[in-house]
C-alpha cells in the first residue's frame, strides 16, 4: 500500500471517531434546548432498554399464561 493511500485511509479513520457534536457547541445551547435534549437522550435510552431486554427475556409460549396482566 502507498504511503498516500495509508494518509487517506487514517484520516478517514479520524473522521468517523470524531464527535458528532463538539463539546463547544454544546456550552452554547440555553438550558431549554438542554433540556429538551436530555429528553430526547432519556427517551432514546429507554425506549433501547425496552427493546433489548424483550429480545433478551422473552418468556416461552408455554409459560406465558402465568405471567399475564390480571386486569
Known amino acids: 500500500m ?3 493511500d495509508k494518509i487517506e485511509l487514517e484520516q478517514l479513520a479520524q ?5 458528532v457534536m ?3 457547541a ?3 445551547l ?3 434546548e438542554l433540556a429538551w ?3 430526547q437522550l432519556q427517551h432514546t ?3 433501547e432498554d425496552q427493546k433489548m431486554n424483550q429480545s433478551l427475556y ?6 406465558r399464561w402465568l405471567f399475564r396482566d390480571k386486569a
Open 58 to 63: 422473552q418468556t416461552p409460549f408455554f409459560l
Open 22 to 24: 463538539s463539546l463547544k
Open 2 to 4: 502507498e504511503k498516500t
Open 30 to 32: 440555553n438550558p431549554q
Open 15 to 19: 473522521q468517523l471517531h470524531r464527535p
Open 45 to 47: 435510552l429507554e425506549h
Open 37 to 39: 435534549l436530555n429528553q
Open 26 to 28: 454544546f456550552s452554547q
